[in-house]
């Protein structure tokens, strides 16, 4: 009998740290990996907009993407496939009078995973503007949804 309940000890001692890791997992801010299908789904939600905006295909220089329980910060820089910048004329055409460079324009979202699927929290219209100038994620949005300011101070 005590054979029998020290070992359900151990079982149960053995099966506790793998709950609370998972849980110290969940409150870090952490960066999906390079080419992960957790990237690449976050990356998905931006792509039909900057899409319509700028034609297929879109493909993006990731600046920053930054994931916290359900949520994900994400600064990109959409380009075309191989790295090649967006056609002058399709950017112009695309934002007319935008004074933002095409080189260096940055698409920043705050995504919020609805079950399996990563959907805009904010810009909420869904439609990130790529000749906005003024960051629209900021200490105050995080604080009101409960989220880290780490998701946002980024390390080079």
């Given at each position: 009998?005590?054979?029998?309940?020290?070992?359900?000890?151990?079982?149960?001692?053995?099966?506790?740290?793998?709950?609370?890791?998972?849980?110290?997992?969940?409150?870090?801010?952490?960066?999906?990996?390079?080419?992960?299908?957790?990237?690449?789904?976050?990356?998905?939600?931006?792509?039909?907009?900057?899409?319509?905006?700028?034609?297929?295909?879109?493909?993006?220089?990731?600046?920053?993407?930054?994931?916290?329980?359900?949520?994900?910060?994400?600064?990109?820089?959409?380009?075309?496939?191989?790295?090649?910048?967006?056609?002058?004329?399709?950017?112009?055409?695309?934002?007319?009078?935008c004074g933002q460079d095409r080189g260096d324009v940055t698409?920043?979202?705050?995504?919020?995973?609805?079950?399996?699927?990563?959907?805009?929290?904010?810009?909420?219209?869904?439609?990130?503007?790529?000749?906005?100038?003024?960051?629209?994620?900021?200490?105050?949005?995080?604080?009101?949804?409960?989220?880290?300011?780490?998701?946002?101070?980024?390390?080079?």
């Amino acid at each position: 009998m005590i054979r029998r309940f020290a070992t359900a000890l151990i079982a149960i001692a053995l099966a506790t740290p793998v709950a609370s890791n998972s849980a110290a997992a969940e409150d870090a801010v952490r960066k999906p990996l390079t080419g992960s299908a957790e990237e690449n789904a976050i990356e998905d939600v931006l792509r039909p907009p900057m899409e319509a905006l700028f034609g297929k295909p879109i493909a993006f220089r990731v600046q920053a993407i930054t994931v916290f329980r359900d949520y994900a910060y994400v600064l990109l820089h959409p380009e075309r496939p191989g790295g090649k910048p967006i056609e002058e004329a399709t950017w112009k055409k695309a934002l007319n009078g935008c004074g933002q460079d095409r080189g260096d324009v940055t698409i920043e979202a705050l995504l919020k995973k609805n079950g399996n699927d990563w959907r805009f929290d904010l810009p909420a219209s869904g439609q990130p503007d790529a000749c906005a100038s003024d960051t629209i994620v900021g200490e105050d949005v995080l604080k009101a949804r409960g989220l880290p300011l780490d998701m946002i101070l980024l390390e080079d």
